[in-house]
């Protein structure tokens, strides 16, 4: 698909382009700025709750931010908390499954399931400890491969369950294609 734009859209390209720029140099700008004063935040919020690494250092790491967020927002934007939605549904779920109506049984199939399926992040690892005739980009790219196969068996799997609806595939090589030669106006 090649774009056929006269000089007046070519200018304007140019202009938006430019004026993206500025919003997007203004927004990482404001990010770090944003960063500089979480980590003061932290900084006082670990001194506070005495949060401390192994040299008994305030230690930054140890303060949850999504907590936190939740609770700046609460305390200074009057937002509703969602961690304290969040702790209330927990507790109506713990009832439910301390009343026994659930099956231990189901419970702890379910939780065997998980246990298995992060185990498979080993057999990953040992397989490729196997490997001694391949460098490391060759690794990376068999497990890539890997990977989208992955993605496609269990996509069919679940459609096939039921879970998720069939998605048509879609085909952006027209719009991959104006963009590339955006680009090529651009740097023009």
């Given at each position: 698909?090649?774009?056929?734009?006269?000089?007046?859209?070519?200018?304007?390209?140019?202009?938006?382009?430019?004026?993206?720029?500025?919003?997007?140099?203004?927004?990482?700008?404001?990010?770090?700025?944003?960063?500089?004063?979480?980590?003061?935040?932290?900084?006082?919020?670990?001194?506070?709750?005495?949060?401390?690494?192994?040299?008994?250092?305030?230690?930054?790491?140890?303060?949850?931010?999504?907590?936190?967020?939740?609770?700046?927002?609460?305390?200074?934007?009057?937002?509703?908390?969602?961690?304290?939605?969040?702790?209330?549904?927990?507790?109506?779920?713990?009832?439910?499954?301390?009343?026994?109506?659930?099956?231990?049984?189901?419970?702890?199939?379910?939780?065997?399931c998980?246990?298995?399926?992060?185990?498979?992040?080993?057999?990953?690892?040992?397989?490729?400890?196997?490997v001694?005739?391949?460098?490391?980009?060759?690794?990376?790219?068999?497990?890539?491969?890997?990977?989208?196969?992955?993605?496609?068996i269990?996509?069919?799997?679940?459609?096939?369950?039921?879970?998720?609806?069939e998605?048509?595939i879609?085909?952006?090589?027209?719009?991959?294609?104006?963009?590339?030669?955006?680009?090529?106006?651009?740097?023009?």
């Open positions: 698909m090649t774009i056929n734009l006269d000089e007046n859209q070519i200018q304007e390209v140019r202009e938006t382009y430019e004026k993206l720029k500025n919003i997007y140099e203004n927004k990482s700008q404001m990010e770090i700025l944003k960063k500089e004063r979480e980590n003061t935040i932290k900084e006082g919020i670990a001194s506070i709750c005495d949060l401390r690494d192994n040299e008994g250092n305030v230690d930054i790491k140890k303060v949850k931010m999504p907590l936190l967020i939740a609770l700046l927002n609460e305390i200074f934007n009057e937002k509703e908390n969602p961690k304290e939605t969040e702790y209330s549904i927990m507790q109506d779920y713990r009832t439910a499954l301390e009343g026994g109506e659930i099956e231990a049984e189901l419970i702890t199939s379910y939780l065997h998980d246990e298995e399926i992060k185990a498979t992040k080993n057999d990953i690892k040992s397989v490729f400890a196997e001694s005739l391949l460098d490391n980009e060759t690794c990376k790219a068999l497990e890539e491969l890997a990977k989208e196969y992955y993605k496609e269990k996509q069919d799997k679940m459609i096939e369950a039921g879970f998720i609806k998605k048509p879609k085909d952006d090589s027209e719009y991959n294609e104006l963009k590339e030669n955006l680009e090529a106006i651009l740097e023009s």
